[in-house]
């Protein structure tokens, strides 16, 4: 299975930050790599497809950047309601697998 | 809208089997692969599988021998079944449109089914 590392585990921003979140594969996966967005009591939502495709009605703050084995999430901008806990995905075959969480909270 | 509703028991005991559905509206299955997730807190978000509408399916090889997906066309739905469960096994699953080369772009709210006597 290809493995999905993301740092940091927590991150502690304020609203109007920028920040960035990295997630390593055990293997190039050339460019297919999601991102969700997950809050407590609901499931994960996509944000970013093929490493730096924004999906449809997430805003322009964020941006995704990367290839073959280590990718970057990055919020600009931090608004209140992008406290939660982020999560990439590998598609680049099976299993699909996720990474641990990066756990965006308010400092 | 597309929508997606998980149902099933809440609550199995150990070495039986756990069973669950997913109500699709606003989209035929057909066309689409569609995949359950289980997400705990000390393994984080888990592909369990996917089943395309003409029954073609993948599981996680980790499962792989006690996991069966199936789909019913008629009912626009798809379930997962679960065999030998244990307290490993409690989690909170998902229904998702997607397959394991894909993003899973429609989520269920999520079904808490644990796993006890």
């Known amino acids: 299975d290809i493995q999905l590392t993301q740092s940091p585990s927590t991150l502690s921003a304020s609203v109007g930050d920028r920040v960035t979140i990295t997630c390593r594969a055990s293997?190039?996966?050339?460019?297919?790599l999601a991102w969700y967005q997950q809050k407590p009591g609901k499931a994960p939502q996509l944000v970013m497809y093929?490493?730096?495709n924004l999906e449809s009605g997430v805003p322009s703050r964020f941006s995704g950047s990367g290839s073959g084995t280590e990718f970057t999430l990055t919020i600009s901008n931090l608004q209140p309601e992008d406290y939660a806990t982020y999560y990439c995905q590998q598609y680049d075959g099976s299993p699909s697998t996720f990474g641990q969480g990066t756990k965006l909270e308010i400092k | 809208q597309v929508r997606l509703q998980e149902s099933g028991a809440g609550l199995v005991k150990p070495s039986e089997t756990l069973s669950l559905t997913c109500l699709v509206s606003g989209v035929s299955i057909r066309g689409y692969y569609w995949s359950w997730i289980r997400q705990t807190p000390g393994k984080g978000l888990e592909w369990l599988g996917h089943?395309?509408?003409?029954?073609?399916?993948d599981y996680n090889p980790s499962l792989k021998s006690r996991v069966t997906l199936s789909a019913d066309t008629s009912k626009n739905q798809f379930s997962l079944r679960l065999n030998s469960v244990t307290a490993a096994d409690t989690a909170v699953y998902f229904c998702?449109?997607?397959?394991?080369?894909?993003?899973?772009?429609?989520w269920g709210q999520g079904a808490l089914v644990a796993v006890s006597s």
């Open positions: 089943i395309y509408y003409n029954g073609k399916t």
């Open positions: 293997q190039s996966i050339t460019t297919w």
């Open positions: 998702a449109q997607g397959g394991y080369d894909s993003t899973f772009n429609y």
């Open positions: 093929k490493a730096s």
